[in-house]
T-cell receptor, first 116, second 115 residues
């Protein structure tokens, strides 16, 4: 089955700096890569996703890049703010196949702390 | 707004007890999932269901079973709770799209402690 590794496990950045979280996956057939954010005491929520037919996607201060050849993808947060402090999870799955396509494999999570 | 509701926020049970965790969603989603969340291990899929009475094993199904008798409700059952099942349990749901994934909507979680 799919295995997703996520690094670093914790990340401390100064407000205004950038943060980068990296994930690698094992199954070359995986083609859907979402990122979820979990604030303290709250439920995880989808913040951005990317599919294997594109190499990069941006949404305001967050961006995700995908390197299919190397089987890794990254989350980039620019101009970090205190509200970016949270645990971030990457995930991978195979779209297009019922049931299997909805099964996400998550990475271990990255705790991001933005210091004011 | 989608609501995924888990019946308990905190549960304390004894080793060997049978434990039921209930999850209800109000958006007519076909897919429902049970994950457990442990520090450093992320979210690990226990079971999921893509239709009423249908269930599929996830990555860590041992020691668990599930029930989906109605579309809106997905129950996780610990037949005989053990201390290594102490964890945060998250339920999630999503619409079914054969060609593409839809985002997961999570419940607020149940922190289960098995003593």
């Amino acid at each position: 089955g799919e295995n997703v590794e996520q690094h670093p496990s914790t990340l401390s950045v100064q407000e205004g700096d950038s943060a980068v979280i990296k994930c690698t996956y094992s199954d070359s057939a995986s083609n859907y890569f979402p990122w979820y954010k979990q604030e303290l005491g709250k439920r995880p929520q989808l913040i951005i996703d990317i599919r294997s037919n594109v190499g990069e996607k941006k949404d305001q201060r967050i961006a995700v890049t995908l390197n299919k050849t190397a089987k890794h993808f990254s989350l980039h947060i620019t101009e970090t703010q205190p509200e970016d402090s949270a645990v971030y999870f990457c995930a991978a799955s195979l779209e297009g196949i019922k049931a299997a396509g909805n099964k996400l494999t998550f990475g271990g999570g990255t705790r991001v702390l933005v210091k004011p | 707004d989608v609501k995924v509701t888990q019946s308990s926020r905190y549960l304390v049970k004894r080793t060997g007890e049978k434990v039921f965790l209930e999850c209800v969603q109000d958006m007519d989603h076909e897919n429902m999932f049970w994950y457990r969340q442990d520090p450093g291990l992320g979210l690990r899929l226990i079971y999921f269901s893509y239709d009423v009475k249908m269930k599929e094993k996830g990555d860590i199904p041992e020691g668990y079973s599930v029930s989906r008798e109605k579309k809106e409700r997905f129950s996780l059952i610990l037949e005989s709770a053990s201390t290594n099942q102490t964890s945060m349990y998250l339920c999630a749901s999503s619409q079914d799209r054969e060609e593409s994934n839809e985002k997961l909507f999570f419940g607020s979680g149940t922190q289960l402690s098995v003593l």
